[in-house]
Each structure stands twice: as C-alpha cells, then as structure tokens.
C-alpha cells in the first residue's frame, strides 16, 4: 500500500512534546512558529495544521 | 446516380447536422479544441453513412450488410477509449481535476452520441425512401429533437436544495455550517480562506440522493465546474487553498468549500446547480426490493 500522506516537519514552541522521526523545528515564540511554518508549507507543498497552540505540523497531501 | 442517392445523401447531411449541434462547447469547456471538433464532427460523418447506408441495403436484400454495424459499434466503443485517454491524461495538469466518474460520464457522452447520430440517419433515410423529402425532413427533426432529449441529463438542482452559508473557523477548523473540512494552522492562510472562500450546504431530497451526492466522483464533478466557470483562487504548491466537499455523516447533507474569482453567490448556486448527475454515481436504494418490502 502506498502511503499518501505523511507528516514532513514538526514545528513547536514547547520541546517537550514533541520526539520521533519527522524533522522539528523549535521555536521561541508563536509567531516564529507561524512564520517557520509559512516558510517551510511553501517550500514543501505541503499544508501547515495547528494541532495545538504550541504544536504545528507539515502534511503533504 | 440510383433511386438511393438521394435518400443516403440526405440522411448522412441531416446526421452530420445532428452530430455538429450535439458538439456544444459549454461551460464544461469541452471540446474547445478546434481538432477535437474536426475529429468528433469526422466520426459523425462515418456514423452518418452507416445509418444511411443500412435501409438501401436491407431493401436490396443485402442482409449481410447489417452485420458492419457491429463494425461501428466497435469503432465508437475505440471513440469512447480515445476521449478516456486524452481527458485522463491532460486531468493532472488541471488545478481542479475533473475526477475519472467525470471523465467516464463524457467519454460515454461521446460515444451514445454516435449512436444517436446512427438513429438519425437511420430514420431519416427510411422515411426519405417510403415517403418523400418532406416526411424525411419533419422524421429528422423529431429525431433530431429525441435525440437532444436523450443527451440532457439530469442537473444538480433537480435533487438537492442548495444553500449559502459563510465559512468560519473553530480553533484550526474550517467549517461550513457544522461540516468539517480542514484543518488550516496558518492564521494568513486562514485569512485568506475567509476572504476568497465560499460556503455551500447540498440538503438531498430524499434517500437515493444522499448516495448520489456522497460518490466522490461526483463531488469532483462538482468542484471541477465550479471552478472552471468561476475561477480558481489557487495554484500549484499551495494544497491549503483546495477546494473541498465534505459529507455530514449524520445526515448525509454535504459541505461545499471552494475558492472561486467571481465571488458572486447567486452566480456560484447556479452552477452548482447546473452540474450533471453522471450516471456512474447515480444509486437508486429505494427501488431495491429489500428497501420496498420494509
């Protein structure tokens, strides 16, 4: 089976949270979250989700 | 020249005829391409002679000759092949594809219409040769005119009421009425996603329909006319501006999400509302035996 969609970045304010495969940025503020998310939703064609306040992540679809 | 010239020359100008003005370039935008009409418009001619031909040669005994109908049919069955093809592979450069129930639902388009045009032919030739120019006429343009009847399906606005409802988000979540699309992070995509975006809810009229309208095919078809008439606000490499459908589980109602550049609702409920059943996504629960016993 081919996997359609996966998970390309984790981008966070809080380190704690995140662990694991995927590449994670970590960021001093919300705003720099949005940004690096911005950036990086651009760059992989993928689509920027907020899992929560301090947690974003990048799907390819 | 022979008493048949003239009765097989009129029903292959009368099929042609036919064929030209089942070939509309509509808002579905096909075919716009001036060689996809040559050929269609080509095939009409030889579906034309095969239905003129077939009355002179049953007249004249030739029994035989009937079989090269099956010959046609092998043929427009290829026509049907052929526009499979070309629209399968020029779908993934679209932004909104059209979806394969849609390709499948032109592509037999095609080929029935070949089959009309047979009819056509057929009928306008017999009346030539048993009646005369003027009976011919008048049987060509009644079948001219079943023939029109049989191509129109049914649209969109004959099964579901549809409704505008503006989108908003809850958290990430966009929202149409209390239908779920997406999930958008970014608070500038969701800005723009407010400001381009427009919210549809489909209610199905009754228990065939919510099938009907949940085939994802279907839903293509949907967004695909939509955006061809109204415009797209999108392009390749930004997947956060897609036009979705989303179905409510609970009752079957869905959720239209789309990005037009005309941002004109009455305009927007129109085309939805104009868009074909394919006959593919069509399911009729109701007429099954289990479902009239209860």
């Known amino acids: 089976m081919e996997i359609e969609k996966a998970i390309l970045a984790v981008i966070t304010t809080n380190s704690s949270i995140v662990e694991g495969g995927a590449p994670i940025f970590i960021c001093e503020t919300r705003k720099e979250a949005e940004d690096i998310s911005a950036n990086l939703e651009a760059i992989t064609d993928g689509i920027a989700h907020e899992l929560s306040e301090e947690l974003f992540i990048i799907v390819k679809h | 020249m022979n008493e048949y010239t003239m009765p097989i020359l009129f029903g292959v100008i009368i099929g042609t005829l036919a064929r030209i003005l089942m070939l509309r370039t509509d808002y579905r935008q096909y075919p716009t391409y001036l060689h996809g009409k040559v050929i269609h418009v080509s095939l009409g001619f030889i579906a034309a002679s095969l239905g003129s031909v077939a009355i002179p ?3 004249e005994l030739e029994f035989t000759a009937v079989t090269f ?8 069955r290829e026509v049907r092949n052929m526009e499979r093809n070309t629209l399968t592979e020029v779908d993934s450069f679209e932004l909104v594809p059209r979806g394969k129930t849609y390709i499948e639902g032109i592509a037999i388009s095609f080929e029935s219409r070949n089959y009309l045009v047979i009819f056509t032919s057929f009928i306008t030739t017999l009346t030539f040769i048993i009646f005369n120019v003027y009976v011919a006429l008048f049987a060509a343009i009644c079948s001219v005119t079943v023939s029109m009847i049989l191509m129109s399906g049914k649209t969109m606005k004959n099964i579901v009421q549809i409704d505008h409802h503006p989108l908003h988000f809850k958290g990430a979540g966009l929202y149409v009425d209390n239908i779920y699309i997406m999930n958008i ?4 995509r969701q800005e723009e996603i407010l400001k381009y975006g427009l919210g549809f809810v489909l209610t199905p009229n009754n228990i065939n329909t919510i099938t009907t309208i949940a085939n994802l095919g279907q839903r293509q078809a949907i967004l695909h006319d939509v955006s061809v008439t109204l415009g797209v606000f999108r392009d ?10 989303k179905r409510d589980l609970d009752d079957g109602r869905i959720g239209i999400f789309i990005l037009p550049q005309i941002r004109d609702v009455n305009k927007a409920i129109k085309v939805i509302g104009s868009v074909p059943i394919l006959e593919s996504a069509i399911r009729m629960p109701s007429e099954s035996t289990f479902t009239r016993k209860t």
């Open chain 2, 185 to 188: 992070g970014l608070p500038e």
């Open chain 2, 236 to 245: 390749s490499g930004t997947p956060a501006l897609t036009p979705l459908i």
């Open chain 2, 69 to 76: 109908l099956t010959v046609a049919a092998t043929q427009f």
């Open chain 2, 57 to 59: 040669a049953i007249m």
